[in-house]
Every structure is written in structure tokens, then in C-alpha cells.
């Protein structure tokens, strides 16, 4: 933790002195995922890669500003949500990510008695290389996390694939610690669904 | 006593660490004996680790793109660095 503090301490310098690579590492390693994180709010593809590149360009602008009193990840997700919030408002979306969502899918799966009706299945070799019904499971779990209603896929993004902690979750988008942990677990139950009905 | 149900709602909590004493005991306990449990907390775990995976970068067309835009982003840096 701390050696990772100092290297982000090292890379946000470099940053503001201009140093290209140190850019260039950064833009590699959160590009795609800004892209999905934008596409929850925005309508399309394209204009979540517009908002993407708008976001880029103001964190070289204002990242001497930048006081480090959350990540530099944390920043860099904060001003894509506003970009993308302001420009999903003038396509007339609306905008909020405080939605449950729907119930989770497990109602079913339990007998009066809060017991599982069917055993769940032992799964083995969950590798994203296998291939499962003509796909590798990591396209598939691709899929199934688009499919997903946008609160949750937002918080899929940020604390599974980007691995923020909780608090820095609700932060960038606005929730409340006890939907933050309603929502992650619905999408975890509905990404466990998809794969128990292929495997 | 907690049921299968209880513990299918406390997966997330339970693989995120953040359960303790008491709890986690409890928790424990009824995994040490429900098969049904241990395997569905294991499918939590493996759903969120293939997750956390399938954010690896994706195909090379992407790539390309990523990288095209990227240079855009640095010439307009750039230009707007000489200007000052
Ligand atoms: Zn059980």
C-alpha cells in the first residue's frame, strides 16, 4: 500500500511536469475502462468515446490543480461521470444511478425453510480462455456485465474491475454506502446466473 | 441458526472480508457442514474473479483506436504547450 502511494505520489509529479510516457501508461490502463464506465450513462458507443476523450484532455488541463484527496483514478472516473451526466442532460437522458434495480434472482431458489431447492453445481476451470458455447467465458462475462442495468454495471466497473475501495465507489457516483453494497451484490447474483446457465 | 438463504445474502460481504466475529463464526459453521453453501460462496467468488479479468484489454482493433486517439489527445497537448 504504501509503496503503491509513493508510486502514485512519483507518477501524478510526472504527470504535472508533462512526462508523455507517464501519460501514456495511464491513458493505456483506464481508456477502455472509462469507455464502459461512460457507456452507463451516455446512448451510445461513440459518444462515450467522445466523452472519454473530452475527460483526457481536461485531466492534462487540470492536473496541476489536482491535491490528491482522492486517487488519481478516483479524479480521472469523477470527471468522466460529470462530463458524461452533462452530456447525457443535453441528449435529455436521465441520469441517476440511486435505482435498486430489479429484485435479485435467487428468490426462487430457496424452499420455505430458506434452503436450496437444487444444489448449486460444482464449477471447475472457470479460466477466461475456456470456451463455452463458441465463446471464451471472459466474452461472455463481457456480455453479461453490458447487459446489465447501468447502476450496477457502474459498480462493477469501479469496485471489481478497477478495485476502489467502497467508499471511493460512492463517491464518484453519488450513492449511499448501503445501495453501493445492494447493487454490487445484485450484480454479482445476476453475473453468477448467466455462468450457472452455461456451465 | 442461519439458513442457505441468509448466507447467499452475505456472499458479497462474506468474499469481501468484511465480516467479523460473530458472524464470520456463524457463517463458518454453516459452510463447515452445507455443501450447497461452500459451492455457491465458491461460484460468488469465481464470478467475481472472471469479472474482474474480462476487463483485460480486448481485441487489437481496439488497440488500434485507443492508440490513434491517444496521439490526437498528445498533438493537441502539444500545440497548445507551444502556444505558451
Ligand atoms: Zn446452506
Redesign the pocket.
Known sequence: MLANQLQEKHCIQRLKAGDEAVFRALYTRHNQPLIRMAATIVNSRATAEEVVQETWMAVLKNIGTFEGRSSLAGWIFTILINKARTRARRDGRSVSFDEGGEDDNLSTAFDGHG??KAMPELWDEITPERIVAGRGLAEHMRMAIDALPPAQRAVIVLRVQQEFEPSEVCAILGLSDGNMRILLHRARLSLRATLAKLL | ML??KD?ADRASALNDGELSGWDALQIRL??AM?K??SRFVAQMRATDQLAARASDPGEPLEHEADDRRLTEILSTLRKEQSRH
Do not use: V
Open positions: 434452503r436450496w | 439458513s442457505c448466507i454453516h459452510l452445507c450447497g453453501c
